[in-house]
């Protein structure tokens, strides 16, 4: 699904000719690949960086703060038999991810607030990943209330952690225990891996969890 | 005992051991669906009216599991998840993208003719005071043009006698003035009722005029509703804040939310402190406004109770000392340190 060349990696493109978000397109042995631009998306750095993203092919995906959908069109290229569920609040980018989603028969645009996961519990539904990027100071509860509602047991969550957005006055160092500590108190996860972000994106950090 | 699902198929009651008992089928064009999920709460009515023991009115089912009761695959659902996802998100980022525009706008226009009004005002007095030096237009400009179209004219004025065709052209012009005044009135009627639409919180707590000017200074309801307090206090005095930056002259303590009748009318020593209340509010108005747009009536809560604190506050401030509670919304920012007393 992701190959990597040389220093970069890439995804198959599910709509041969598109770039998405000016990313470069390349072709090996007949087939297009776009690149997946590691200080774009954190998905990406943290792919970059090693971390393990187990997302198949097949699996139903949320993914809370979307925006126009910049990581969430490098989903798509690997959810051949998949769907994603793109979640965001701002008019703005989620009309660019509209857009996007009419090329692309496995996104789903969801226009919402993360915060209420019971407004659209209409269209979601149980789902193997949750991936969350939304710079908000109240993630980690908004996070857990998705989870609580959508997510899949044993089922897998990414989350970005951005610790400005959370505290700006703090430590990152800090900001991220007490994440952590938040995550798992609810009694929803085991964490399976955290990486910060370095270089690409700073005093940033991503977890991944499975749901118990 | 029954439990509700809202899906992009349709509704349905579902009672024990998995049982379809109703089902409320919705369109399969998926432009006429996305209007239909607008009517579950209508339907949920109905379904108590019909005499179903609901658990809870929030649909509590996943709505794909349920649309498979009724036959329809996984991906059945899926594809016709994305097509109806994709009509209720167009429709509502329409209706989200274009009301605050029509807010600036309008405001922007009601600016214009304010302006072009005065403008033509002045050369109205002027000419027609060669004939009637002795009306004034107070500060009411209506009544003066009211007055004059009257034509009622003292016997002892001092001005010139004209001819009719001069008196002629002079009311004529002095029509299309106040054909602008009645476009003015249709415009603030009109901002009214739009913004008590795009941002009922703001308008409330705010009146549409000055709610309509925070809007259009900020660039929108968006970029308003992520403002803090401190920006919005200062919001229309960005002239005032450069000058500030730049020549290291006291910030200003407020912007446009100066012209608040709570505020502006609060004797000068207390605007400040009042402006800043008042801020904090908008801001949480304008977020409410941008993401959920329901009222909510306790955004004033605790304004008695703050502005007695800011008055006592005033009375006892000898008592404290010198910088607590004058802070301005921001870090003074002086460039030279020396000019702090040079300005007098
Ligand atoms: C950092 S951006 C996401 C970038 C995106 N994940 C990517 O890599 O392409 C954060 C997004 O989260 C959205 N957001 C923040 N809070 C939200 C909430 N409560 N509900 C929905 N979206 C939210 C913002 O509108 C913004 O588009």
Known sequence: MIIRLGRNIATQ?????????????????????????????????????????PLRENHLVLYLGVASGTTASHLSDMLTKGMLFGVDFAPRVLRDFVLLAETRSNLIPVFDTANKPEHYRWVVP????????????????????????????????????KSRSIDVTAKPGDVFKQFKQEVKASGEFEILEDIRLEPFERDHMALLLRKK | MVQLAKTPVGFFVVAMRNQVVEFEELSNQPDKAAEQLLTYEEWVTRMKQKGYDIE??????????????????????????????????????????????????????????????????????????????????????????????????VSDSMGMDLAEEDLHIIMDYADSIRELFRRKEALEAYLDRIMAQVAPNVHVLAGANLGARLIARAGGLEALSRMPGSTIQVLGAEKALFKHILKGVPPPKHGVIFQHPLISRAPREQ???????????????????????????????????????????????????ENKGKQPPFKSVRVKRGDKHGKK
């Open chain 2, 271 to 321: 605007r400040g402190k009042l402006a800043r209340s008042m801020a904090t509010r908008l801001a949480i108005a304008a977020k409410v406004d941008f993401y959920s747009g329901d009222l909510r009536p306790s955004l004033m809560d605790g304004w008695a109770e703050r502005v007695k604190e800011v008055e006592q506050g005033e009375t006892k401030k000898s008592e404290r000392s």
């Open chain 2, 56 to 153: 809870t009115d929030e649909p509590a089912l996943d709505p794909m599991k349920v649309a498979e009761l009724i036959g329809v695959s996984e991906s059945a659902y899926l594809a016709r998840s994305r097509e109806v996802s994709i009509a209720v998100a167009k429709a509502a980022i329409k209706k989200h993208l274009k009301r605050d525009l029509l807010v600036v706008q309008t405001v922007g226009a009601l600016d214009d003719l304010t302006k072009t009004t005065n403008m033509l005002m002045n050369r109205l007095t002027e000419w027609y005071g060669l004939h009637y030096p002795e009306l004034k237009v107070e500060e009411d400009q209506e009544k003066y043009l009211k007055m004059m179209v009257q034509g009622r004219k």
């Open chain 1, 13 to 53: 493109n599910l709509v041969p000719g598109q770039a998405v978000y000016g990313e470069d397109l390349i072709k090996r042995k007949g087939v297009e690949y776009r690149v997946w631009e590691p200080r774009r998306s954190k998905v990406g750095a943290t792919l970059v960086k090693g971390m393990k993203f």
């Open chain 1, 126 to 161: 149980q789902v193997d990943f949750i991936v969350q990027d939304v710079a908000q100071p109240n993630q980690a509860q908004i996070l857990i209330k998705n989870a609580r509602m959508f997510l899949k047991k044993n089922g897998h969550a990414f989350v970005a952690v």
